[in-house]
T-cell receptor, first 112, second 112 residues
Framework: RKEVEQDPGPFNVPEGATVAFNCTYSNSASQSFFWYRQDCRKEPKLLMSVYSSGNEDGRFTAQLNRASQYISLLIRDSKLSDSATYLCVVNPRSSGNTPLVFGKGTRLSVIA | NAGVTQTPKFQVLKTGQSMTLQCAQDMNHNSMYWYRQDPGMGLRLIYYSASEGTTDKGEVPNGYNVSRLNKREFSLRLESAAPSQTSVYFC???????????FGPGTRLLVL
């Protein structure tokens, strides 16, 4: 199993829809998780952190399932401006000091 | 605060030429990173640095060298550019390896 795996999409959804992405991770010792957003031809930016049982920020909800080793991102009432690639990021918490691991991303297109 | 800045924004090189990509951050972060991003490949870590004077290889270090000049600056050097190094290069920084990374706007490099 790869360290971080995401469905690449694309997910094409109409405005106002609810969409969810999943991300699986391989290291059961991982302790913290993030979702980043990357717009076309731009740098990745932090969307939200996911530390314990989940996190909510407006229309965005992130959930963590430690037993099954996955995190999810739920977007409610999708807007055209939500169109982007969403990157799942995991803190591997392995024995040495190692950086965060980025997934390849899931592409979302919200259509009018 | 400017955050993370990168120069140049765009560069075209001929095979065999050398160049240095510059990165600086003004957030007093300890850790800095260089990534490349190619279509369908996601972000791939080239080199990273925990602090001034220390550097470590990431997933794809071949063909690159780095210098952590001081706490603010982390440069990436291509000694003999190859077409396979055509990519978008992102620099990032964070307070520590396990913390949120902040990205620069990227350098688009084309090697002919």
């Amino acid at each position: 199993r790869k360290e971080v795996e995401q469905d690449p999409g694309p997910f094409n959804v109409p405005e106002g829809a609810t969409v969810a992405f999943n991300c699986t991770y391989s290291n059961s010792a991982s302790q913290s998780f993030f979702w980043y957003r990357q717009d076309c031809r731009k740098e990745p930016k932090l969307l939200m952190s996911v530390y314990s049982s989940g996190n909510e920020d407006g229309r965005f909800t992130a959930q963590l399932n430690r037993a099954s080793q996955y995190i999810s991102l739920l977007i409610r009432d999708s807007k055209l401006s939500d169109s982007a690639t969403y990157l799942c990021v995991v803190n591997p918490r392995s024995s040495g000091n190692t950086p965060l691991v980025f997934g390849k991303g899931t592409r979302l297109s919200v259509i009018a | 605060n400017a955050g993370v800045t990168q120069t140049p924004k765009f560069q075209v090189l001929k095979t065999g030429q050398s160049m240095t990509l510059q990165c600086a951050q003004d957030m007093n972060h300890n850790s800095m990173y260089w990534y490349r991003q190619d279509p369908g490949m996601g972000l791939r870590l080239i080199y990273y640095s925990a602090s001034e004077g220390t550097t470590d290889k990431g997933e794809v270090p071949n063909g690159y060298n780095v210098s952590r000049l001081n706490k603010r600056e982390f440069s990436l050097r291509l000694e003999s550019a190859a077409p396979s190094q055509t990519s978008v290069y992102f620099c990032a920084s964070s307070t520590g390896y396990q913390e949120t990374q902040y990205f620069g706007p990227g350098t688009r490099l084309l090697v002919l």
